[in-house]
């Protein structure tokens, strides 16, 4: 689409979505789902790992092992995060890879062990 500037021609090009979209060049309606509640899931978790480890080791029954629920606290702080950042990323091709490994190795043990 052509459009008058000041005095010379200037092209302005429509926006582009979906697949030929720029990166991070996405709409707010088109945000996935996954991505956003992974992330919301994964901070819930990570709260309660980090400031309430002493009450989660008693639960367990594992008395004065709050360190590791900490670590795993910050962990799963740190995916949350990550997932949040990148929550508008498309999946596909090489750019997401990181993403997904990551997430990949967070649960595929998980998933395995339950």
Do not use: C, K
Not at 37 to 61: C, K, N, Q, R, Y
Not at 85 to 110: C, E, K, Q, W
Request: no cysteine; aromatic share 8%.
């Amino acid at each position: 689409m052509l459009r008058r500037g000041l005095g010379f021609r200037t092209w302005h090009r429509p926006p582009r979505h979906g697949r030929n979209a720029p990166l991070g060049d996405s709409h707010p309606s088109e945000t996935p789902l996954l991505p956003t509640l992974t992330a919301l899931l994964s901070f819930l978790g990570a709260a309660v790992l980090l400031f309430a480890p002493d009450e989660v080791a008693e639960a367990l029954h594992l008395s004065g092992a709050s360190l590791p629920f900490q670590l795993l606290g910050a962990a799963w702080l740190g995916l949350a995060m990550l997932n949040w950042m990148s929550r508008g990323v498309s999946i596909g091709g090489i750019y997401a890879r990181p993403l997904v490994v990551t997430n990949l190795a967070h649960t595929f043990p998980a998933a395995m062990w339950a």
